[in-house]
């Protein structure tokens, strides 16, 4: 069975934009290795074994190993460039080594959990998504492939903001370390700690009665 986690590359030599269209028609995809304090390296991986690994939503939060003729790498990747009309074609790949000993940033997706059975939902209301995923910070072994977001208990009229996630050990909301920066009053909400999921009545358009009539006399007068 094939490791979804252990991708296996190429070393190149050969750069510039003309190298790169030459192996993608080769059916590769370039890709550069950094980080860790050590220099770039370019290398190239099979566009359709990589289309696989893609495929898992935990490839993209996860740590890596990435064989480089036969070396492995501990990696993350950390930026994907895909094709503009073609989501399935990937153009370009940033893979960021691994130093256990210093922090590391990722994006990392939200999965919401209970939300039919949530008290808002019941009471007639409509669950939004005001975010999907967010930015952490945590050594590389405390690394979720993913941060859950229960939502039973939420209300109508109600959010829950980021401040308010369970964070697994380890880790740290980005966009909350700037709340050092602000003076906040008591009860007061930082204005880095934006609402995650909310639930509101649903919206029903508005009918203009009067106008309704006019037209219904309108009508009878023809």
Known sequence: MENLFEVHAEARTDEGKGASR???RSGKVPAVVYGA??????VSVNHNQFIRHLAEEAFYAHILTLVIDGKKNQVVLKDLQRHPANDNKIIHADFLRVDANHAMTMTIPLHFLNEEKAVGVKAGGLVSHLMTEVEISCLPKDLPEFIEVDVAKLAMDEAIHLSELKLPKG?????????QDEHLEEGERSSYDQAVVSIHEPRVAKVDLEDDTEADEDATEE
Do not use: F, G, I, Q
């Open 22 to 24: 030459r192996l993608r």
């Open 37 to 42: 304090e050590k220099e770039p390296v370019s």
């Open 171 to 179: 880790v740290t909301l980005t966009a909350l370390t700037h709340t």
